[in-house]
């Protein structure tokens, strides 16, 4: 087995071929975009150019043997330890590459699912052209009438053989307009109890009867759709899982998911955050009030007590376990800490930040606010995360039922 010192070395020649160095500019108040968003909204152009520059990055640095460093070799991975995935992360993140942010559903939620439930058939057919970036896949779980209780979906499969015909709507699908494939939850028993009668599949998001809409919010983007499947034929040997047995597979993408939100931060980092928030002040705010400054340490430090959470997370993922409830926790840290933020700034700016004064690093803070309602519904709302925690974690009693 190669070394992790010569596999770093054949990574950093790969990189210094094929990307340049990243320049890290300093944050000087006042230069630059101000702009502090959730989820940078883009116009149609601008993502398309985003989504084309991610998978042509992507199969560049999968030939190159380091699209999947920890993945199966019979898949397309190169089947080495995190070590070596850390090494090379570590090292691509001196350079300036394509950003990868429309992958992160497909790497961080189905791909794992469909190692861990998907038929070999599968496997061949969909892992290797994820990790590559020759498709896109999107998570197709909530409904209008189903977000958080998740087993309360009516999208019906019923079995046609060898093929499963599909009647149903998505709501929230991040990606669904871009993506080739993606995992769905179906209800495939209508006498079983809601948990006991889930099937999931992979399907194509381009087959006769799939429409996907986008759905505008209020932050002027439209990120999320809604997507209707309309006697969709899915067959057999893309289901993911046992028949019935769909919450199950469900779980692992649920975990996966709330893993990858509540560890990505969305760009609510103890550091980078802290530092804007702290700048705003000394330009536009009183930074010798005490309550101003408690608040802010308040913000760092609970930034700095969900990164150490997280960590210790992520390091029981790398042993290979999957995460559990406690994922839950880093999701709804994340959204606690946005909500402090909002709070702060509002305090802070008062009406700069709902009337643009034309001044510099303070109505730009509008998108942050408005976006951070959304999050609070992805991956699960708060109330939701609350009650895994308080049942799954400190082992309460559950809520008595009406």
Not at 305 to 327: D, F, S
């Amino acid at each position: 087995m190669t070394s992790v010192e010569e596999f770093s070395k054949n990574a950093l020649s790969f990189l210094e071929a094929n990307a340049k160095k990243r320049v890290v500019e300093k944050s000087v108040w006042g230069q630059g975009s101000d702009v502090v968003a959730v989820l940078p909204e883009k116009t149609e152009e601008e993502e398309k150019a985003e989504v084309t520059a991610a998978k042509k990055w992507a199969q560049k640095v999968f030939d190159a043997g380091f699209g999947w460093i920890t993945g199966p070799k019979e898949f397309g991975g190169a089947e080495l330890s995190d070590e070596y995935a850390r090494a090379y992360m570590a090292l691509e993140a001196q350079y300036d590459t394509a950003p990868q942010s429309c992958r992160g559903i497909g790497l961080g939620m189905v791909a794992p699912t469909i190692l861990a439930h998907g038929t070999q058939s599968a496997k061949e057919k969909y892992l290797r052209s994820l990790y590559r970036g020759d498709i896109i896949a999107c998570q197709l779980f909530s409904e209008p009438g189903a977000g958080s209780d998740l087993a309360g979906v009516s999208t019906f499969a019923r079995r046609d053989g060898d093929e499963w015909v599909i009647n149903g709507q998505k709501v929230w699908t991040s990606g669904a307009h871009y993506s080739q494939i993606g995992e769905i939850l179906c209800r495939s028993d209508l006498q079983a109890p809601k948990h006991r009668g889930l099937t999931a599949f992979i399907v194509d998001m381009k087959a006769p009867g799939v429409s996907v809409r986008p759905l505008r919010q209020m932050t002027g983007g439209a990120s999320f759709n809604e997507v209707f499947f309309t006697d969709v034929r899915v067959p057999d040997d893309h289901r993911l899982g046992d028949v019935n047995e769909g919450w199950t597979v469900a779980l692992t993408t649920l975990m996966n998911e709330r893993a990858a939100i509540g560890g990505g931060g969305g760009g609510v980092s103890a550091g980078s955050m802290s530092q804007r928030l702290t700048e705003l002040v000394k330009h536009v705010g009183n930074p010798k009030d005490p309550l101003v400054r408690q608040k802010l340490v308040d913000i760092y430090m609970n930034a700095r007590v969900a990164q150490y959470t997280n960590q210790r997370a992520m390091a029981k993922i790398a042993k290979g376990q999957l995460p559990g409830p406690e994922m839950s926790i880093a999701k709804l840290s994340l959204t606690e800490n946005m909500r402090r933020i909002c709070d702060y700034v509002s305090v802070v700016l008062g009406m700069r930040v709902i009337a643009d004064a034309n001044q510099w690093g303070t109505y730009g803070w509008s998108t942050f606010i408005l976006g951070v309602p959304g999050m609070r519904v992805a991956g699960g709302t708060d109330e939701v995360m609350k009650n895994i925690v308080a049942e799954r974690v400190l082992g309460l009693p559950k809520d008595a039922k009406k």
